[in-house]
C-alpha cells in the first residue's frame, strides 16, 4: 500500500471528536484525491462502519448499505428498508456500544435521496439517545458547503465538527518519493500536493517517464484530470476549462481575460470568485497594496499541477493525440528550470512567517512589481516584521548557476532602497537559491525552505 504520511493533526483531532462521551456528527470534504477516503480509514476502528456511496437508486444503496452493517451487527442485513429513516432507527436499536458510521461520497447518496439531510436532522437533534457518531464525506466543496454550511441547509449549525482536508505541502512530497530537497521543489512543481498524484508518480521510474505514462498519453490517468475536477464542483466545465487555459497563456488581468472571452468583464465576477474559492485560481496584488480597490491585480492559476497541465497538456493535444511525445518533453526539459522557478518563488514567500532571521518575526511575504523614482523594478519576495521596524527583501533563482553571493545581496539591498514603502525601515536583504558558492548568513536552499514549511 502507498505510504500514508503527515495528517497527524487532521487524525487527532478526528480521534479526539469520536472519543467525546455523546455521539458526534463530523463533516470532512475537500478536493478529489487529496486522501480524504485514506484519512477515514486509519481512524477508523474495526467495529465502525465505513460505507462508500455511489450514484445508483437509494433502494438498492440501502441494500448494499445493510450488508456492510451487517458485518458489524449479525443479521442486519435480513430485513428490507423502505426508507432511510427505518434504517438508522434499526441501526441505533440494535448497537450494543458507541461506533462511528461514515458515509463517504455523501453528495453522491444526497442526489438519489434528497430526503437524507431532512432524516439526519431529525436524528442528530436527538443526540443523546444516539449510539453512532457520524462523519459524512464528500469531494464536491461546493455541494458539501450547501448541504452543510448553508444558513437554509436542513445539517447547518449541527456538526461538532467541519473539516476541510487541503493538499499536502512539499517536504512529504521528499518523503515519499525518498528524493533530495531540490528534486521534491521539482517534482512538487508538477505534481503539487495531492497524494493521489505522488502515488501515481511513484510507479514509475522517474519524473520525465511518470508525465509520459500519466498525462502526455490520450490512455493516461491524469489526461482529462481537469474535467473530472470540474465535474464535481460546477454544471459549465467549458467556462472553466476556458478561463484557466487563457491564464496559463499569459492572460493575467481581468481586462486581457474579458477580452480574449470576447465578453465584459463584470460577467466574470462570479466563475473567477467560484475559481478562486474552490483554490485552483488565485489574485495576486503587489505588497502593500490594498485587495478591495487594488487595480493592478493578476490572474494565476493557484494549483501546481493545474499550472503544468494547462501550460503543457492543453496546448499539446494534438501531438499527443499523434504520440509526438518526445517533442513535448523536449520543449519541457528546456525550459525546465524556468518552470519550477514560479512554484520555487511561492515556497520562499510561503516559509517567510516561520523563518528566525537574525531575531526578527515577519509577516506573511509578497511579491512587489511596479515604478520607483528610478525605473521599473520587481522584489520575489517582500514582507514586513511583526514590530513594522524591518523591511526583508528577496530574490529567488533555480538554476545551476553559481553565484557570488555577496555581490548579488549587496544589489539587492542598494535597489530596495527606492522602493515606496522602505521609508523608516531597516532593509533585510535576503536570498533563496538552488546552489551558491558559500553557505553564509542571509542566503536560504532547498532544504532549508523543506524543512520549515512541515
Known amino acids: 500500500m502507498f505510504k500514508f504520511v503527515d495528517r497527524i493533526s487532521e487524525q487527532e483531532r478526528l480521534k479526539k471528536t469520536f472519543n467525546r ?32 456511496a455511489d450514484q445508483s437508486e437509494a433502494t438498492q444503496q440501502r441494500v448494499l448499505l445493510s450488508k456492510i452493517i451487517a458485518g458489524t451487527i449479525s443479521g442486519f442485513d435480513r430485513i428490507i428498508y423502505p426508507d432511510w429513516e427505518t434504517l438508522f432507527d434499526n441501526l441505533n436499536v440494535r448497537l450494543q456500544k458507541k461506533i462511528t458510521f461514515c458515509i463517504d461520497e455523501f453528495p453522491y447518496l444526497v442526489k438519489s435521496a434528497p430526503e437524507l439531510p431532512s432524516v439526519l436532522q431529525k436524528i442528530l437533534d436527538n443526540k443523546n439517545a444516539l449510539k453512532f457518531n457520524l462523519l459524512i464525506c464528500g469531494s464536491s466543496q461546493q455541494l458539501m458547503y450547501g448541504l452543510v454550511m448553508d444558513s437554509f441547509a436542513p445539517l447547518f449549525g449541527r456538526a461538532d465538527e467541519i473539516i476541510k482536508i487541503k493538499p499536502m505541502q512539499t517536504p512529504y512530497l521528499q518523503e515519499v518519493l525518498s528524493c533530495t530537497p531540490a528534486e521534491a521543489i521539482e517534482e512538487y512543481s508538477i505534481w503539487g500536493g495531492v497524494p493521489r498524484y505522488w502515488e501515481l508518480r ?26 473530472r475536477l470540474f465535474l464535481d464542483e460546477m454544471r459549465d466545465t467549458a467556462h472553466s476549462f476556458t478561463i484557466l487555459s487563457l491564464v496559463a497563456s ?87 528550470s524556468e518552470h519550477v522557478s514560479s512554484t520555487w518563488e511561492k515556497l520562499c514567500r510561503q516559509v517567510i512567517p516561520f523563518l528566525n532571521i537574525n531575531g526578527i518575526t515577519f509577516k506573511p511575504a ?80 532547498p532544504e532549508d525552505v523543506l524543512l520549515h514549511l512541515k
Open 366 to 445: 509578497m511579491r512587489w512589481w511596479g515604478k520607483t523614482k528610478n525605473r521599473e523594478m520587481e522584489i520575489d519576495v517582500v514582507s514586513e516584521s511583526v514590530d513594522g521596524k524591518y523591511l526583508l527583501v528577496g530574490e529567488c533563482k533555480w538554476n545551476e548557476k553559481i553565484y557570488h553571493t555577496g555581490q548579488l545581496l549587496k544589489t539587492l539591498n542598494e535597489k530596495s532602497k527606492d522602493l515606496p514603502f522602505a521609508e523608516g525601515k531597516k532593509i533585510v536583504p535576503i536570498l533563496f537559491l538552488k546552489k551558491s558558492d558559500s553557505k553564509t548568513d542571509g542566503i536560504y536552499y
Open 250 to 336: 499569459g492572460c493575467n488581468r481581468l481586462s486581457e481575460i474579458a477580452g480574449r472571452l470576447e465578453k465584459p468583464a463584470t460577467h466574470l465576477s462570479a466563475p473567477l470568485e467560484k475559481l478562486l474559492n474552490l483554490g485552483y485560481l488565485e489574485r495576486e496584488i503587489p505588497f502593500g497594496e490594498n485587495y478591495k480597490n487594488s487595480k493592478k491585480s493578476l490572474y494565476k492559476i493557484a494549483d501546481p499541477f493545474l499550472n503544468f497541465y494547462f501550460k503543457n497538456v492543453v496546448p499539446n493535444r494534438s501531438y499527443i493525440e499523434t504520440e509526438q511525445i518526445e517533442t513535448i518533453i523536449e520543449q519541457i526539459k528546456t525550459h525546465f
Open 202 to 227: 511513484s510507479t514509475e521510474k522517474d519524473l520525465f517517464s511518470a508525465l509520459k505514462h500519466h498525462l502526455f498519453n490520450s490512455q493516461g490517468i491524469l489526461y482529462d484530470e481537469p474535467v
Open 21 to 52: 462521551r455523546n455521539a458526534t456528527f463530523v463533516v470532512l470534504y475537500g478536493r478529489r484525491r487529496c486522501g480524504k477516503s485514506r484519512l477515514i480509514r486509519q481512524v477508523l476502528l474495526p467495529d465502525d462502519i465505513y460505507f462508500m
